[in-house]
């Protein structure tokens, strides 16, 4: 019996680690994403343009599209929803509300 109670805590304790590596990596992955909007963006932005979503939720939606636009892989909306704190429903949303914005060459 003591066999299974330490094998389960163990266990435990491995799925911990990688619970907390797998938020570190989110956390690391977040800040590329920030710098890579922040390169996107610059200081062009339109003030004329009418937003109705948060600040919050154009901003998932900008990282999501400029993510589908890179080289790199392609990640999960479910993964900028988990960096950005919005949820998925609502990426979507503003990627198809604002989708018109982008210019592709």
Do not use: C, F, H
């Not at 690391?28 to 939720?57: F, Q, W």
């Not at 901003?59 to 960096?83: C, E, F, G, N, R």
Request: proline share 3%; glycine share 2%; charged share 40%.
């Amino acid at each position: 019996m003591k066999g299974t109670k330490v094998e389960r805590k163990y266990k435990k304790r491995r799925e911990e680690a990688r619970q907390k590596r797998k938020k570190k990596k989110l956390l690391l992955e977040r800040e590329r994403l920030k710098e890579r909007v922040r390169a996107e963006i610059g200081d062009d932005s339109d003030p004329t343009i009418l937003i109705r979503r948060s600040p919050i939720s154009i901003a998932a939606a900008v990282i999501y599209i400029v993510t589908q636009l890179s080289d790199d892989k392609k990640p999960y909306i479910k993964d900028v929803a988990i960096a950005t704190g919005v949820t998925e429903w609502t990426i979507r949303n503003s990627y198809k509300d604002n989708t018109w914005l982008l210019v592709l060459e």
